[in-house]
Structure formats: structure tokens, C-alpha cells
């Protein structure tokens, strides 16, 4: 049965659902590997997965997220722990209803978490009381954990906004784009309220100091977000290269050539002289003479 393809299982067993194909496959998969004489060594003697299913996911997992929104679609796919690495984009758009980019994002994140502790329920549940009352720990604060600390430090009045956004502690722990700005936007903190943005800059800062891995950068110091590396694709900005490249001189001495001439953004003069027109009429670039 391990064998069978996607459409063997969708003509044979009549399961049309590619997500219940897919947990079935995944199922199959992890019993051999537990039970086949001829599978590795494994140091679980149980259905790893088995205290995450589906159940769990979107009644305890998801809502732990801020993504409690998705919990009916999933449910209805019956996605468990198993199935949460195999999900593409095209899965979480189209099955499970995901079109924010932002909450895929942070469904990720998620993912990374259980992934660090090696799907492990029990502990992720102890490191969650350990770190309840406490900042430390940040990558498995809860969204409402996460709730519980801008409510700490005084913008109780914006707290309410992380509800159902995604906001959790992996995503603040492991994301180094979701900054306090970041954080600002989540919270719909005006940009007129500079007084609100200060503390929130200063204490976010202080959380990934005392509970990631994470390190603030130093006041002046600048950092480019990725959505602006897309924006400035090479070919873009390849005529400003180009003319870095040809004012720091071939030789790195910035002494520029004495036929340096600046090229305008505009459309180039033509040549005049005989011999490009002939070259412009057969079709050619004029050669510079």
C-alpha cells in the first residue's frame, strides 16, 4: 500500500482530498519506519506524531499562533503534526484557505518551533509554563503570552489588535525582518504616537536581549528588510553600478579616464558622421569613432 501513487489511492480507496491522501501516505510511511526489520534504528517506540493529530492542531496549535481563523479548513483536511512540513503554498492557499502571505509566514514559524523541539507536545507544554510568568524562552510564547507582555509594558490600549493576527513567539525569535516596527504596525499604533513607538522600540528590543537569540541592532546601524532586495533587482539598478563601477576607475584609484563622458538617462545624440549612418540604416549600433 506504501507503494501506491496519488492516483492509484484516488481509484482504488476514493479519496479525493490531496491533503487526506497526503496524511495517509505520511502514515503509512512513519509505520514502516517503526516497524519494517529493515528500516533504521529509531530511538521512538511510538507513533511519533501520535499526541499531535489533527485535533490538537486546530484546537490548541493554531489558536497558540493567533491563526485560530484557520482552524475549520484544517480540521476538515485532518492535518497533523506529520503533514505540517509537507504543506507547499499551493496546500495552504488553496485546501486551507491561507492567502495572507503574513500568516503563512507565520504558520512557518510554527513550524520551526516544533521542529527545534523535535515534535515533542510535552515539552513544548513545559517550556510554555516555564516561561509564562517569565521573559525567557520567547520561541514558544503563545500569542496570547505575547498579548500578556504589550499589556506589560504599558500599551494595554493596543494589545487586543494581536488577535487572530499571527503574532506568536517564533516568529518574534527567529524572523530577523519582524522588528519593532514590525511589531507597531501588528499593534495599529499610529505613527503620530511617538511616545507609544519609543517604549515599544526599547522594550521589544530588551525581549529579544532577554528571551532570543536575537540582537537588537545598534542605534545609526542600518538593515536592509528582503522585500527591498526584491524591489532593487540587479537589472535596475545596473546602470547606477555601472557608473560607481566607472567613477572608482579600472585601476580602484577613482581616477576616471580623460574620454570619460557621463551618459544622461535620456535617449543618446546619433552620430553624424558618414560612416555611422551607413552602419544605422543596415540595422547596426553606430561604433564610436
Request: hydrophobic share 35%.
Amino acid at each position: 500500500m506504501s507503494a501506491l501513487s496519488d492516483q492509484e489511492i484516488q481509484r482504488e480507496i476514493g479519496i479525493s482530498n490531496p491533503l487526506h491522501r497526503l496524511k495517509l501516505r505520511l502514515a503509512i510511511q512513519e509505520m514502516v519506519s517503526l516497524t519494517s526489520p529493515s528500516a533504521p534504528s529509531t530511538s521512538r517506540t511510538t507513533l511519533a506524531y501520535g499526541d499531535m493529530n489533527h485535533e490538537w492542531i486546530g484546537n490548541e496549535w493554531l489558536p497558540s499562533l493567533g491563526l485560530p481563523q484557520y482552524r475549520s479548513t484544517f480540521m476538515e483536511c485532518l492535518v497533523d503534526a506529520r503533514m505540517l512540513d509537507h504543506l507547499t503554498k499551493k496546500d495552504l492557499r488553496g485546501q486551507l484557505k491561507m492567502v495572507d502571505s503574513f500568516h503563512r509566514t507565520s504558520l512557518q514559524y510554527g513550524i520551526q518551533c516544533l521542529k527545534r523541539l523535535n515534535y515533542d507536545r510535552k515539552e513544548l507544554e513545559r517550556q510554555r509554563e516555564d516561561s509564562n510568568n517569565e521573559v525567557k524562552d520567547v520561541l514558544v510564547w503563545t500569542n496570547e503570552r505575547v498579548i500578556r507582555w504589550v499589556q506589560s509594558i504599558g500599551l494595554r490600549e493596543y494589545a487586543s489588535n494581536l488577535i487572530e493576527s499571527g503574532v506568536h513567539g517564533a516568529l518574534i525569535a527567529l524572523d530577523d525582518s519582524f522588528d519593532h516596527n514590525s511589531m507597531a504596525l501588528a499593534l495599529q499604533i499610529p505613527t503620530t504616537n511617538q511616545q507609544a513607538r519609543q517604549v515599544l522600540e526599547r522594550e521589544f528590543n530588551s525581549l529579544l536581549a532577554l528571551g532570543t537569540d536575537r540582537r537588537p541592532l545598534e542605534q545609526g546601524d542600518f538593515k536592509r528588510q528582503p522585500s527591498w532586495r526584491r524591489r532593487l533587482r540587479p537589472k535596475e539598478v545596473g546602470g547606477m553600478k555601472e557608473r560607481e563601477a566607472v567613477m572608482a576607475g579600472a585601476d580602484g584609484t577613482g581616477t576616471l579616464p580623460s574620454n570619460f563622458r557621463i551618459r544622461g538617462p535620456g535617449p543618446q545624440p546619433m552620430s553624424t558622421s558618414p560612416g555611422s549612418r551607413r552602419h544605422q540604416r543596415d540595422g547596426h549600433p553606430a561604433e564610436l569613432t
